[in-house]
């Protein structure tokens, strides 16, 4: 579907079938399992499974890593590729739990648009805001999907109202729930003009679909009990009078969010769902980079690097970058430019992903993301060319929030200790600093779980256990400017200064009147907080 309102050419077919999305919510709401009917409804799998699965019920796909399986959370983003009618859905689910927001952050730089998921009955949560203010640095058109209706649930319009007013965007109803609770009995599509019924019985089955003539069609009636229909009826022709009509261009800028009800674990509404993301969600998109954007449609192929995995495969050491191919159409055996290092890499074994599963890609269109196993050469924010000199810029590296110490429980092991380190360092799991006085590393991370998650992995992939202790400092900046100054600065505050494993210049601090003592003192030099993934 070309984009009419804007002048940009239409795609070559096999990139216009493209549908490049990830799925953000607050933990809980019910994103992993969302995931999963996708999987199942793209043919992809036989049974989805649940997050807390009891007895025979499949675990989860998309979940790999251990802890994830025990806890019940997605601390890592994974990607899986699959068919939907004529299309390909290339899905990002991303951690919910507000410790690996960075890993989130980055994904988003790595789709065209975003799925986000509300729970019915708690509505906008703090989670949810911070990940839809980076959706919205980006302009990235999002399309809502109100979970768990088939539970008890507040007010729709109290829902749609709290997402208004608290997003700052406009919601236009795309299907209307009947009932909610126990009494939900299913939704009225209203783009296609369909009653949709759901079956409690078979969580796996699709809904039933009954087509209507208007809303005064008898079906209606024989389907929907008298009490629940007059409030539908009620409902609908208020929200129809108060509530904009589903604009598609306003929904590509981003000013727009279609709402969709239903239950994920139910399997209900999650077609309606996938249909709008085929429909109105958006083709691959023009990539932001230096010194000049990325278009899909052109013939030299262009990837960039947005998260890297180690030891996805405890078998092997190995290491996979996540690229999110940005033009072109890719091959197997391809030699693309590796930018940082002006190297050429041939890319003989790239990997197409199902959830955990993965296959040999043979090849990749833009708007497709791929695995690359690498020894380390591939870093986040890297990018793939054909020979152009081309970074794709907007990828963020922020400044951890808890610092701590690590030590080997075995002291002889530091070396394997230092090693896992910088691998987790790569790969944006951790930041991790080396103070210029004294051994040791310091690790920064944004939320406490993300200590337990690397203890944990250090343990099972390096077999090391390691423990974390209290820092004496709380927060990190980068530090540039003129070498001079830098040198100066760097003598007189040896003892707050460390590196960072791509070996830039970080001032530890241990207060904030650190950081203002520094910024009155040496004016001419640069403190962030964040850092852009690029060389």
């Known amino acids: 579907m070309s984009d009419t309102a804007s002048n940009r050419p239409n795609l070559p077919a096999e990139i216009a079938r493209r549908r490049t999305f990830a799925i953000i919510s607050h933990p809980d709401a019910g994103k992993t399992t969302l995931t999963e009917k996708f999987l199942l409804y793209g043919g992809a799998i036989q049974m989805a499974g649940q997050v807390r699965a009891k007895g025979e019920a499949r675990r989860t796909r ?15 983003a994974s990607a899986m590729s699959f ?19 960075e890993d989130t952050y980055r994904t988003l730089t790595a789709v065209d648009a975003a799925v986000m998921v509300i729970d019915g009955a708690k509505g906008v949560e703090s989670q949810t805001q911070k990940l839809f203010e980076v959706c919205r640095l980006r302009d990235l058109p999002i399309l809502t999907f109100c979970n768990k209706m088939d539970r008890e649930s507040r007010e729709i319009f109290d829902i749609i109202d709290e997402i208004q007013e608290n997003l700052a965007i406009d919601v236009t109803p795309a299907s209307w729930p009947i009932g909610v609770g126990r009494d939900f009995v299913g ?23 009954i087509e209507i003539n208007g809303l005064d069609d008898p079906k209606l009636a024989e389907h929907v009990p008298e009490h629940l229909l007059e409030t539908f009826l009620e409902e609908l022709e208020m929200a129809r009078e108060l509530l904009p009509k589903l604009d598609r261009q306003a929904l590509l800028d981003g000013t727009m969010t279609p709402i969709w009800f239903g239950s994920a674990i139910n399997s209900f509404g999650v077609k309606e769902l996938m249909d709008g993301i085929a429909n109105y969600g958006p083709e691959p998109q023009v990539q932001k980079a230096n010194p000049r954007d990325i278009a899909p449609e052109e013939k030299k192929v262009t990837g960039f690097v947005f998260k890297v995995q180690a030891n996805m495969d405890p078998k092997h050491r190995d290491r996979v970058a996540f690229v999110r191919m940005a033009s072109g159409h890719f091959s197997r055996g391809m030699k693309l430019t590796h930018v940082r290092t002006k190297k050429p890499m041939a890319i003989s074994n790239p990997v197409l992903f199902l959830a955990s599963d993965r296959e040999l890609a043979e090849e990749a269109w833009a708007g497709d993301i791929i695995g690359i196993p690498n020894h380390g050469q591939l870093r986040i924010g890297d990018t793939l060319t054909e020979g152009e000199a081309l970074r794709v810029s907007g990828i963020p590296s922020f400044a951890p929030e808890l610092l701590q110490s690590v030590r080997p429980g075995d002291p002889l092991k530091a070396k394997h200790l230092e090693k896992a380190l910088m691998q987790f360092a790569e790969e944006g799991a951790a930041k991790v600093f080396k103070p210029s006085i004294g051994s040791g590393f310091i690790v920064g991370v944004v939320g406490q779980l993300q200590f337990e998650v690397l203890a944990s992995r250090i343990e099972m992939e390096y077999g090391l256990p390691v423990r974390f202790e209290q820092s004496q400092f709380t927060s990190a900046r980068w530090v540039s400017g003129d070498k001079q100054v830098l040198d100066k600065f760097i003598n007189t505050n040896s003892q707050h200064i460390a590196h960072d494993h791509d070996g830039d210049i970080v001032y530890l601090t241990r207060l904030q009147w650190d950081i203002d003592r520094v910024v009155r003192d040496y004016p001419e030099l640069n403190l962030t907080a964040t850092k852009e993934m690029m060389v």
Do not use: C, W
Request: overall charge negative; charged content about 40%.
């Open 62 to 76: 998309s979940d790999f890593m251990q802890m994830e399986k025990d806890r019940g959370i997605s601390v890592s």
């Open 83 to 101: 068919d939907y009618d004529d299309l390909r859905f290339n899905l990002v689910d991303t951690p919910g739990h507000s410790d690996f927001s």
């Open 187 to 209: 939704t009225y599509d209203i783009l296609r003009d369909r009653l949709e019924l759901m079956d409690r019985a078979d969580r796996n089955k699709v809904a039933e679909s």
